[in-house]
């Protein structure tokens, strides 16, 4: 999927859009607004980005698991150089410290994820502490035409390019969520 963004400063319009995005097939699981009012928004019927996705905790989990990854071969590789093991005839103490390295470097990682703004947002925090809202759109790429037919109808939008969207088995989750909450 790709997701698509686009600024706004009228929640209005980003629900006219999300009931048409609807009609024309999209999943309300494939649309959120990221905004300084989250209850507004919610009164607007605008499902609003998850808090997770507002830190880059996966960006920093996978790097630290990669220099963890790292460090902990390159223990592996100086102790079996040094001869260590053999002069106290196992292997086990330091196969334990490489996992402890690949875990605390895979921990780390993750608290400065939890202190990071998403690599993909943080270009919009300016913007967002404006008073404007962020509409974001993951799309198939079926439904790239639809999405382009009805943003050409809503010239207030600003354009702001496109990346990586969310898993198409991740959209699915959210919309047997958000089906199941829209229906209680």
């Known amino acids: 999927m790709v997701r698509h963004y686009y600024l706004s400063n009228s929640l209005w319009e980003l629900e006219l859009i999300e009931r048409q995005l609807e009609r024309s097939g999209l999943s309300p699981a494939q649309i959120h607004v990221l905004s300084q009012k989250p209850s507004l928004a919610a009164r607007f019927r605008l499902l609003p980005l998850s808090e997770f996705w507002l830190y880059d905790l996966p960006h920093y989990l996978w790097r630290g698991l990669a220099l963890g990854l790292l460090l902990a071969i390159a223990v592996l590789i100086g102790v079996a150089y040094a001869g260590w093991p053999e002069a106290i005839g196992s ?28 690599h993909a947002l943080g270009r919009f925090h300016k913007d967002i502490e404006r008073g404007q809202h962020l509409l974001l759109i993951d799309v198939e790429p079926q439904q790239v035409a639809a999405l382009l037919s009805i943003m050409a109808q809503h010239p207030m939008l600003s354009e702001q390019g496109t990346s990586e969207g969310a898993w198409p088995t991740t959209v699915r989750i959210q919309h047997w969520w958000v089906k199941r909450r829209r229906s209680d």
Request: net charge negative; hydrophobic share 55%; charged share 5%.
């Open 91 to 118: 292997w086990l103490p330091f196969g334990m410290l490489a996992l402890m390295v690949l875990g605390f470097c895979t921990w780390e990682g993750g608290l400065i994820g939890l202190q990071s703004p998403h």
